[in-house]
């Protein structure tokens, strides 16, 4: 079964300073991979994706992942860091159907919280 | 910007008793996702239905949830009886149409369940 670790269930960072966050897959053919950010008792929100093509995706607030296959990696990167960025933030894949699952299914990690100091 | 609608936000009960919650996904959307999500984890998926049919419930405990979804739109999952181990975020989420798992799913607000 295909599962997601993200190191690190805790993050500090300055405000201004780079924010990384970590998501590791097992697979040994890439699923999709989705990163997703949830503020205090809110749903996910979307913050980018990775299906086919670049290996570096860009999403909102200023987020961007990159693809890495050799290392089974879709770590999350900020430049620089927003005390709006404070929330808890999801890695997650979607299995290829032929590798069981529905079709569609999100497999989630554990989260990291992310929290920014002024 | 349409939303998923999620009702109530939060619900505390006690064990034993019933409880019932209800989605609206976004119009359109035919795939819709229930996730419970305990506190520090990740969600993880209760039910899957395209339209009106179930396609994926394998990890739904099918001795005390129960999902419809009767018209292919709004759906309603239940728990009867309740147990302690039921407190979670319990998140509905949309997609519009299945596309080898690319689709970007949409989250409500989720319902916040507290058994005592």
């Known amino acids: 079964a295909q599962s997601v670790t993200q190191l690190g269930s805790h993050v500090s960072v300055s405000e201004g300073a780079l924010v990384l966050l970590r998501c590791n897959y097992s697979s040994s053919v890439p699923p999709y991979l989705f990163w997703y950010v949830q503020y205090p008792n809110q749903g996910l929100q979307l913050l980018l994706k990775?299906?086919?093509?670049?290996?570096l995706v860009k999403g909102i607030n200023g987020f961007e992942a990159e693809f890495k296959k050799s290392e089974t990696s879709f770590h999350l990167t900020k430049p620089s860091a927003h005390m709006s960025d404070a929330a808890e933030y999801f890695c997650?894949?979607?299995?290829?159907?032929?590798?069981?699952?529905?079709?569609?299914?999100?497999?989630f990690g554990k989260g990291t919280k992310l929290s920014v100091k002024p | 910007e349409a939303e998923v609608a999620q009702s109530p936000r939060y619900k505390i009960t006690e064990k034993s008793q019933a409880v019932a919650f209800w989605c609206d996904p976004i119009s359109g959307h035919a795939t819709l996702y229930w996730y419970r999500q305990i506190l520090g984890q990740g969600p993880e998926l209760l039910v899957q239905?395209?339209?009106?049919?179930?396609?994926?419930d394998s990890q739904l405990p099918k001795d005390r949830f129960s999902a419809e979804r009767l018209k292919g739109v709004d759906s309603t999952l239940k728990i009867q009886p309740a147990e302690l181990g039921d407190s979670a975020m319990y998140l509905c989420?949309?997609?519009?149409?299945?596309?080898?798992?690319?689709?970007?799913?949409?989250f409500g607000p989720g319902t916040r369940l507290l058994v005592l």
């Open positions: 239905f395209q339209d009106e049919s179930v396609v994926d």
């Open positions: 990775y299906t086919t093509g670049a290996t």
């Open positions: 997650a894949v979607s299995p290829l159907p032929i590798y069981g699952g529905s079709q569609g299914n999100l497999i």
């Open positions: 989420a949309s997609s519009l149409e299945p596309s080898g798992g690319q689709e970007t799913q949409y």
